[in-house]
């Protein structure tokens, strides 16, 4: 076989086994949100069950002052769950573990310490997921397979992309809609 038919089957190979690993990343990525949703779904659903909000839930401070006003044989400091605020942890609620076709009777803050817990790592796996997308791709462009669509540098440009909110933009502030009010 001529040498350059060699190198050119392998170069070929080569952006084949990156491509392949890319679309196995991007399915990855789009399981990992299925579940991310569902574990959103299951914690507000938790929330309602205790009606709390993420805010609603009163800091420690309030707490200490609450139980000072009161009495004085109370211990000072009540550590609070925000998710289960006043809600009795201890109440049992049904969890179905993830990866898995079980369902158990679980104690109310281990089940949503359990999907916070999930809920975090599915976070940063993620994350790595889409940096090593990223990543792929700009080695698929610098080895010219996308060379008739976009060029190495309009790639680089586009992974080395990061978003900053508009309130942290240089010189530039976030104006609401001017409301004007007029007195009967």
């Known amino acids: 076989m001529d040498p350059n038919m060699k190198q050119l089957q392998e170069t070929l190979v080569d952006i084949e086994t990156d491509a392949e690993q890319v679309l196995l990343a991007r399915h990855q990525l789009v399981e990992n949100d299925k579940i991310r949703n569902g574990n959103r779904e299951a914690l507000t659903a938790l ?30 400091i009540k550590e609070i769950c925000p998710t289960c605020g006043d809600h009795d942890p201890k109440e049992h609620t049904w969890l179905m573990f993830p ?33 090593f997308v990223k990543e792929k791709s700009l080695v698929i462009a610098e080895k010219g397979a996308l060379a008739g669509r976009f060029g190495a540098d309009t790639v680089k440009s586009l992974v080395s992309l990061t978003d900053t909110p508009k309130s942290t933009r240089e010189g ?7 409301v004007k009010y007029q007195l009967g």
């Open 47 to 76: 929330r309602k069950q205790a009606r709390t909000t993420k805010t609603s839930v009163p800091s420690p401070f309030e707490v200490i002052m609450k139980d000072m006003e009161g009495s004085s044989g109370k211990q000072l």
């Open 172 to 178: 530039e502030f976030v104006k609401g809609p001017e």
């Open 99 to 131: 990866g898995s076709d079980i369902f158990a009777r679980v104690p109310f803050h281990v089940a949503h310490t359990v999907l916070e817990k999930d809920q975090e790592r599915l976070d940063f796996d993620t994350k790595k997921l889409q940096s």
